[in-house]
């Protein structure tokens, strides 16, 4: 955090000259949340002239006037009244936008946003981060003082601080990462992080920018917690992820398909793979079905994540079972590769408390990534019991699952 801090306290003036550019192609702009100023290549101006117009925060995104910051680096931005569109010009990109619509058009490309352009004031106000990043500005926020730092035109890419060791991050816990072939366990990664490298961050699996992370050694106050980055995002834990990459191009997710229709067969299968291990009545039901071709040889494989969850907590049963596997079709035949499956039958002392630690175990799939560019597709899993939460990513490799990653926090 201390790169962060130290532009924190600098002057707007001094941070804009300290970066070598020519103001004919580039320059950089300080808005602040709540300011009705802003700087521009050093000099103090007024958002929007008049107005008292500033930046706000919505729904945990910083949304700015569009005409102020595109008009300030030498753009245009266009209104289509009938249609509540915006469409803006700028380093030689173009970015349609509507009003309350998280739907929006960067160079030709269909994108989403998490949260729409909309009107304040009889001023339309849009999320900093996804317009400028789509015409090729570099997006700084500096949390301690709400101030979005945005440099535009001939943008320096050693700017951004990015590692050379591909680090993934998953809900601020270090995963690991690699160097050309040889994986990074995140113990060793974590010793070879400088700390404040530049992170891209994916929440759901789609872009939400640029952020910086503070190393955070393993330990914790109540137990164990595995090596973390902190990276400053919000999200809620109960519905959403996300993901920081800090290396060389983009991290790619997949949309798998969603099996509806094959729901029963594959409880079955389930329900068959249970007896065999002596659990005939677990009443297991399936919560995800994906199909996805996760090792890129053109056959799609399907996974699987079942639980009893609902039926042990109602008391239809007395045994606990999760289970998560990938059926892998091979010669025709479908093979089941486990990545994971729990068995339990409670045990109690004498005052009727459950001992079985993990008595809750449930696993949640979070999405499919593209670690590697080839086109093979990594599992992330955040998986629960009590006092406990552990991330892991499994590959499909010459026909078995391995696990590559893991790290989480308990007691």
Same mark, same amino acid.
Request: aromatic residues 10%; contains cysteine; proline residues 2%.
């Given at each position: 955090?201390?790169?962060?801090?130290?532009?924190?306290?600098?002057?707007?003036?001094?941070?804009?000259?300290?970066?070598?550019?020519?103001?004919?192609?580039?320059?950089?702009?300080?808005?602040?949340?709540?300011?009705?100023?802003?700087?521009?290549?050093?000099?103090?101006?007024?958002?929007?002239?008049?107005?008292?117009?500033?930046?706000?925060?919505?729904?945990?995104?910083?949304?700015?006037?569009?005409?102020?910051?595109?008009?300030?680096?030498?753009?245009?931005?266009?209104?289509?009244?009938?249609?509540?569109?915006?469409?803006?010009?700028?380093?030689?990109?173009?970015?349609?936008?509507?009003?309350?619509?998280?739907?929006?058009?960067?160079?030709?490309?269909?994108?989403?946003?998490?949260?729409?352009?909309?009107?304040?004031?009889?001023?339309?106000?849009?999320?900093?981060?996804?317009?400028?990043?789509?015409?090729?500005?570099?997006?700084?926020?500096?949390?301690?003082?709400?101030?979005?730092?945005?440099?535009?035109?001939?943008?320096?890419?050693?700017?951004?601080?990015?590692?050379?060791?591909?680090?993934?991050?998953?809900?601020?816990?270090?995963?690991?990462?690699?160097?050309?072939?040889?994986?990074?366990?995140?113990?060793?990664?974590?010793?070879?992080?400088?700390?404040?490298?530049?992170?891209?961050?994916? +929440?759901?699996?789609?872009?939400?920018?640029?952020?910086?992370?503070?190393?955070?050694?393993?330990?914790?106050?109540?137990?164990?917690?595995? &090596?973390?980055?902190?990276?400053?995002?919000?999200?809620?834990?109960?519905?959403?992820?996300?993901?920081?990459?800090?290396?060389?191009?983009?991290?790619?997710?997949?949309?798998?398909?969603?099996?509806?229709?094959?729901?029963?067969?594959?409880?079955?299968?389930?329900?068959?793979?249970?007896?065999?291990?002596?659990?005939?009545?677990?009443?297991?039901?399936?919560?995800?079905?994906?199909?996805?071709?996760?090792?890129?040889?053109?056959?799609?494989?399907?996974?699987? &994540?079942?639980?009893?969850?609902?039926?042990?907590?109602?008391?239809?049963?007395?045994?606990?079972?999760?289970?998560?596997?990938?059926?892998?079709?091979?010669?025709?035949?479908?093979?089941?590769?486990?990545?994971?499956?729990?068995?339990?039958?409670?045990?109690?002392?004498?005052?009727?408390? &459950?001992?079985?630690?993990?008595?809750?175990?449930?696993?949640?799939?979070?999405?499919?990534?593209?670690?590697?560019?080839?086109?093979?597709?990594? +599992?992330?899993?955040?998986?629960?019991?009590?006092?406990?939460?552990?991330?892991?990513?499994?590959?499909?490799?010459?026909?078995?699952?391995?696990?590559?990653?893991?790290?989480?926090?308990?007691?």
């Amino acid at each position: 955090m201390a790169i962060i801090a130290a532009l924190a306290v600098l002057s707007s003036a001094v941070f804009a000259e300290s970066v070598p550019r020519s103001l004919d192609d580039s320059g950089i702009i300080i808005m602040k949340v709540g300011s009705k100023t802003m700087t521009v290549n050093g000099s103090i101006v007024e958002v929007d002239p008049g107005r008292d117009t500033a930046p706000i925060v919505l729904d945990n995104r910083t949304l700015i006037p569009a005409r102020a910051l595109i008009e300030a680096m030498g753009g245009t931005v266009g209104w289509e009244a009938s249609a509540q569109k915006i469409t803006i010009e700028a380093n030689a990109h173009s970015v349609t936008m509507w009003l309350g619509s998280t739907g929006f058009v960067a160079d030709g490309i269909d994108k989403t946003m998490d949260v729409a352009p909309t009107v304040i004031n009889d001023r339309t106000l849009v999320p900093v981060r996804f317009m400028a990043e789509n015409i090729g500005c570099d997006v700084k926020w500096i949390g301690a003082t709400s101030e979005i730092i945005i440099t535009y035109g001939q943008v320096d890419s050693s700017l951004h601080n990015y590692s050379e060791y591909n680090a993934l991050v998953l809900d601020g816990f270090l995963m690991g990462g690699n160097k050309g072939n040889s994986l990074l366990s995140q113990e060793e990664l974590f010793d070879l992080l400088k700390g404040n490298e530049a992170y891209k961050v994916y +929440i759901n699996g789609k872009s939400a920018g640029i952020e910086y992370g503070e190393k955070i050694p393993e330990g914790g106050e109540y137990g164990f917690s595995g &090596n973390s980055i902190d990276l400053s995002v919000n999200i809620d834990p109960e519905t959403d992820y996300y993901a920081g990459f800090s290396g060389q191009g983009e991290l790619i997710f997949a949309n798998p398909d969603k099996l509806l229709r094959d729901r029963e067969l594959y409880k079955e299968e389930v329900d068959r793979l249970a007896t065999e291990k002596g659990y005939g009545n677990a009443h297991l039901e399936i919560i995800d079905l994906f199909s996805i071709d996760l090792d890129n040889d053109g056959v799609n494989e399907v996974v699987v &994540n079942a639980s009893n969850i609902e039926a042990y907590y109602s008391g239809e049963t007395d045994v606990f079972v999760t289970m998560l596997y990938v059926g892998l079709v091979k010669d025709d035949n479908v093979e089941n590769l486990v990545i994971n499956e729990y068995f339990f039958t409670p045990e109690y002392d004498s005052d009727g408390t &459950n001992l079985t630690w993990c008595q809750y175990f449930r696993n949640e799939i979070l999405g499919f990534c593209d670690l590697t560019g080839d086109g093979s597709y990594k +599992i992330l899993v955040r998986s629960y019991a009590v006092d406990l939460v552990l991330y892991q990513v499994h590959e499909l490799r010459d026909g078995k699952m391995q696990a590559l990653m893991y790290n989480g926090a308990g007691a």
